[in-house]
């Protein structure tokens, strides 16, 4: 089988999409398919073992240039996978007359029209906003999701959201994002000298744009005292963030890490004493798997799909989003209490043993080719 992989972001990026796409791509590759990608970049992507298309995200036409890459790598292709720049996929995939299967990872139009900074409310809230722009943004949103042959959702929560979009029941399922191959680590303090990290610590992974709302993780870190947030990732609010720790007067307690790969942010999970979302909507984050599986518990703010991996008081613990109090209450409830963290951190990687990649991926296998002979 021939697979076209479209992916918005590609490593050395931070965020879901940049560790699945990836990984599946050497995983159908090593099942004997050809693969091809079609992502952006700011910079030309390392070099891989299959072709890596991109498209400038500096030029204003990226996203034409996007669309006529995918046209042209789907015409080569049997099949199109997409797990994000879902728009731009379906309409590639449609030119070229090829069949597309999407892993659906947000609410792409919701996401841009908060970052147009013309719609502040939440993921609900956006689903029923009444503007023309934003019903102009849904109709293109469903217009594209319909014309896959099948969409994968992480999570029940985002399953049901899809469904209100009009999407066939039938062709939409739940398949959660998979825990990563654990390599060994080694012990908890070896890990934080090799980082330069000691004392009471907290690590986060992911793009920093408005999604995360790390601005209400700094604030409850500065009210939780000795206490150090490593925040590994790089994104559009990140000179905002690094102004807004040094308000607060956080120092060397908010250490901004940039990118990493997956293997260090791995290690830095180890590292930590727990890992830390604060985010204001989320799907069914890669990174808190990623936590759970190196056996560090999760302290996140309890949206979206969220609650369906991290279970309050027994691999976590859950707080409102937009809670800076509660967050730092439930932060320092988590590091004042060494038998709850233990008890945790035990709990952590047996709560997500069941979501191997291989079997996740091979799922996935099977869709592309079922939806290819089609």
């Known amino acids: 089988m021939r697979v076209l992989v479209v992916s918005g972001i590609w490593p050395p990026d931070s965020g879901g999409p940049a560790s699945h796409a990836p990984a599946l791509a050497a995983f159908l590759q090593g099942r004997g398919h050809d693969v091809e990608v079609v992502t952006t970049a700011s910079a030309e992507p390392e070099p891989t073992g299959y072709p890596v298309r991109w498209a400038d995200r500096s030029s204003p036409l990226r996203h034409a240039r996007a669309t006529a890459l995918v046209r042209s790598a789907a015409a080569r292709a049997e099949i199109v996978y997409a797990t994000s720049m879902i728009r731009r996929a379906a309409l590639g ?10 892993k659906l990872v ?4 919701f996401e841009r029209a908060r970052r147009s900074g013309r719609f502040d409310g939440t993921l609900d809230e956006f689903q029923s906003a009444g503007e023309a722009r934003f019903r102009a943004l849904r109709a293109t949103r469903d217009a594209a999701l319909r014309r896959a042959r099948h969409v994968f ?16 029941p039938e062709r939409v399922s739940v398949l959660p994002n998979p825990a990563p191959e654990v390599p060994h680590l080694p012990r908890r303090e070896e890990l934080r ?3 330069g990290l000691d004392g009471r610590l907290l690590a986060f992974a992911g793009r920093l744009g408005p999604q995360k709302s790390l601005d209400v993780a700094l604030e409850a870190v500065a009210a939780v005292p000795g206490v150090t947030l490593a925040i590994a990732g790089d994104g559009p609010d990140r ?3 690094e102004r807004h720790a040094q308000e607060l007067g956080l120092g060397e307690r908010a250490r901004f890490l940039g990118g990493l790969p997956r293997d260090r942010v791995l290690r830095l999970f180890r590292a930590a004493d727990a890992a830390l979302l604060s985010s204001s909507w ?3 984050p890669h990174t808190v798997v990623e936590a759970l599986a190196v056996g560090t518990p999760v302290v996140s703010t309890a949206v979206g799909g969220v609650p369906e991996v991290v279970a309050d008081g027994k691999n976590g613990l859950l707080v409102p989003p ?3 109090a509660a967050l730092a209450a439930a932060l320092a409830r988590l590091l004042d209490d060494d038998a709850l963290r233990e008890r945790l951190g035990r709990a952590a990687a047996p709560s997500v043993a069941g979501l191997g990649e291989e079997a996740t991926f091979a799922r996935i296998e099977e869709e592309l080719l079922r939806a290819a002979a089609a």
């Open 93 to 102: 995939a449609s030119l070229a007359r090829r069949p597309l299967v999407v």
């Open 106 to 109: 947000s609410d792409e139009a």
């Open 153 to 168: 959702c992480p999570s029940a929560y985002l399953r049901r959201l899809a469904l209100g979009w009009g999407l066939d």
């Open 193 to 195: 000298a090799e980082l």
């Open 239 to 241: 000179a905002d963030l």
């Open 282 to 284: 989320e799907n069914f």
């Open 322 to 324: 937009g809670d800076p």
